[in-house]
Structures are given as C-alpha cells and as structure tokens.
C-alpha cells in the first residue's frame, strides 16, 4: 500500500510539475529568455571584401555614442584605418537599435562559408556590453539574424548625423 501511495504521488507531482512547466512556457516565461543589451561600452564591427573593408567603432562618452566610420587602406603590407566619418547620438537610441537587432543573440555566432560560393562579405564584431560582457560574432557571406538591418541602420545614422 505504501509502495502504490508513493507511486501515487510521484505521479501527481511530475503532472504538476510538467503543468507548471507547460504552463509557463505557453506565456513565454519559461523559454530562454531573451537577453538584452542595456548598456554598451565599446564595439567595433568589420566587413570585409575583395576591394577592402569598412570598420564601424563606437564609444561611450558620458551617457552619448560616439559612432566612427573608417575605410581600411591597404598599402603593401600594412592596414591604415581613414575617417570616412561620423555621429554621436544618445547611448539610450544605440542600445535600443542594439535590442532591436538583436545583438546580443549574435554573441558567439560563427556563419562558415557557403560551399560553391566564390566571393563574399566577411564580418566581425566585438562588443563590450552590459558592464563588461563581451559579445562576439563572426561570418563569412552568412550573418545573424537582424545584421543587415543593424548595419544599414549604422549608414543611416552617420548619414543623419555627419560630424566629419
């Protein structure tokens, strides 16, 4: 009889369990809850192709971002980075195109080489973020899911925003 009462009671506790888990899972509170960036510090994303490459850096400065484009010029074998230009704007705006992205879903993302594909856009990105977590990604013609939209949204700041 105890046997069957224990039994019993196993039962009902992983049904309840396993409910509870359902349960919050249906109203999203038990999923891998997606991280946000809510602070940034420092990134620097670099795209590469056959004719050279384009480095965006950003800084924080007193609650502002400091956003800088440059053109890598290749002269024998050494990289020099020239100014193409800039922006500043709220660091508050930046982390919310940050979030809006998804930026901090990107971290450790590794997009190999499409097979039979002969050229392409490689990227890399290194982020300080949230206090001193470190956010990095990489690819070679394969990108995180939101990566173009981040950025054309970077031209589009630098655009607005020129400080040259």
Not at 86 to 107: H, I, K, P, R, Y
Request: glycine share 12%; hydrophobic share 35%.
């Amino acid at each position: 009889m105890k046997r069957l009462t224990d039994t019993f009671c196993k039962a009902v506790l992983g049904i309840t369990v396993m409910s509870f888990t359902a349960l919050f899972g249906f109203c999203g509170c038990a999923r891998g809850s997606k991280r946000n960036v809510n602070t940034v510090e420092e990134m620097t994303l670099t795209q590469r192709g056959m004719r050279g490459g384009t480095v965006y850096k950003i800084e924080n400065k007193d609650g502002r971002v400091e956003l800088r484009r440059y053109r890598e010029i290749y002269s024998g074998e050494e990289t020099a980075l020239e100014p193409e230009g800039s922006a500043v704007c709220e660091a508050e705006a930046f982390v919310e195109l940050m979030n809006s992205c998804g930026v901090m879903q990107w971290n450790g993302f590794h997009g190999k080489h499409p097979k039979n594909v002969s050229d392409g856009i490689t990227f890399s990105l290194t982020a300080t973020v949230n206090g001193g977590e470190s956010i990095t990604a990489d690819g070679s013609a394969r990108y995180p899911k939101g990566y173009l939209d981040f950025v054309r949204a970077l031209g589009g700041m630098l655009a607005s925003g020129e400080n040259n």
